[in-house]
Each structure stands twice: as C-alpha cells, then as structure tokens.
Antibody, heavy 122, light 108 residues
C-alpha cells in the first residue's frame, strides 16, 4: 500500500525550533516529488514547497521561502519540514503530499499524509 | 501568482441534488494542470479530479470536471451523504501552486 505517515502532534513555544517528518512507503520514494501544505485553523490549503528526494532539488512558495526548510533523506524514505524559530502564527496542520506521477514536477497530489498539528503558544 | 476564486462559498443542497462548483483563475491556466480536492472534517484532502477532467483512482463517476482558460467547474451529479464536505480547486501550472479558498457543500 502506498502511504505517507507523518510524525505526531507538537506543542512548542515561540522561538523554539522544530522538525516534522513524513515517511513514504510502498512506492519508489526517490522518484516522486513531495510537497508540504499548510492549513491554518479553520482556513484553506496553502502550498509551501516541494522536494525531489532523489537529488533534494527543492522549490519554495515566496510566502514560505526563508521561513522553513524542506529536506529529504532518501535512505530513510522520509521528508522533513523544519523551522529554526517558531512563531505563534505557525500554528497549523501541516500535510505532506505526493505527486501523482513519478518524475513529474507539475502534477496533482494523489497521496496525502494524515497531517501533523503544530501548536505554538507561550 | 495565480489567484483562484471559488464560488459559492457555501452550497446548501439535499442528498440526490446536483452540485455545481466554480473556480475562476486570475489568469489563464493550462487545463492539463488543474485539479479538485475534497476534504471531509478532520481528514486530509483527497484528490478527485486532475488535468481538469480526469477522475483519480477510486473516485465515483458522479464527480466530473470541466473548463478551460480561467473558468473551471466541478459537478457532482447526485449528492450522496458522504459528499458533504469542503472542495478546493488547485492549479499546478506555475509556482507557487495555488488553491482556491474552498466551497463548503452542506446539507440543506
């Protein structure tokens, strides 16, 4: 079964760092672009960025460039989203999502992780 | 950045009725790069339609997509109880990929 399994919910304080994960299984992890999508409480979906695990080529939305870092470990079949200094406004559900076809950068997302809730509060 | 505007914001319908959801883009989008997603409460989004009109694996044929240029439509021919959810359009032709703000389909 093709699936993405994300790490569990996190509660952090402003200024703290965080790295959440998304483990892929059941498919060729290196050859499918994998994206991160934010959903703030009660709001819509926002595309943050995307990575090709095979060579770690990554692209960011201008809204998130410099705010987060997307990375991947091919040997662990895991992608990561990290913050160096969290803000209260980072409170949201974060989803990882895989593209439909291998090698395709311009593609819809057919497999989604279950989401990781990040709460940032003092 | 391509802005996607969905209408209506909320659609109140009864089971068995037809639902028509619209998505308008701020500039023309290649129809190969347009998708629709469904999100039920407490769940991750699910891909319904890609390439404007192609149903994703396992999606019932009551869901259909159409459109071109700046205007795209998702139609649900006969609403089932499990179809009451929020629906998002997305363009993936250019970066950043963008989503519409969502249309909630609620039970009347």
């Amino acid at each position: 079964e093709v699936q993405l399994v994300q790490s569990g919910a996190e509660v952090k304080k402003p200024g703290e760092s965080l790295k959440i994960s998304c483990k892929g299984s059941g498919y060729s992890f290196p050859t499918y672009w994998l994206a991160w999508v934010r959903q703030m409480p009660g709001k819509g979906l926002e595309w943050m960025g995307i990575i090709y695990p095979g060579d770690s080529d990554s692209r960011y939305s201008p809204s998130f460039q410099g705010q987060v870092t997307i990375s991947a470990d091919e040997s662990m079949t895991t992608a990561y989203l990290q913050w160096s200094s969290l803000k209260a406004s980072d409170t949201a559900m974060y989803y990882c999502a895989r593209v439909l076809k291998d090698y395709a950068l311009l593609d819809a997302f057919d497999i989604w992780g279950q989401g990781t809730m990040v709460t940032v509060s003092s | 950045e391509i802005v996607l505007t969905q209408s209506p914001g909320t659609l109140s319908l009864s089971p068995g009725e037809r639902a028509t959801l619209s998505c308008r883009a701020s500039q023309s989008v290649n129809s190969r790069y347009f998708a629709w997603y469904q999100q039920r409460p407490g769940q991750a989004p699910r891909l319904l339609i890609y390439g404007t009109s192609n149903r994703a694996t396992g999606i019932p044929d009551r869901f259909s997509g159409s459109g071109s240029g700046t205007d795209f439509t998702l139609t649900i021919s006969r609403l089932e109880p499990e179809d009451f959810a929020v629906y998002y359009c997305q363009q993936y032709a250019s970066s950043p990929r963008t989503f519409g703000q969502g249309t909630k389909v609620e039970i009347k």
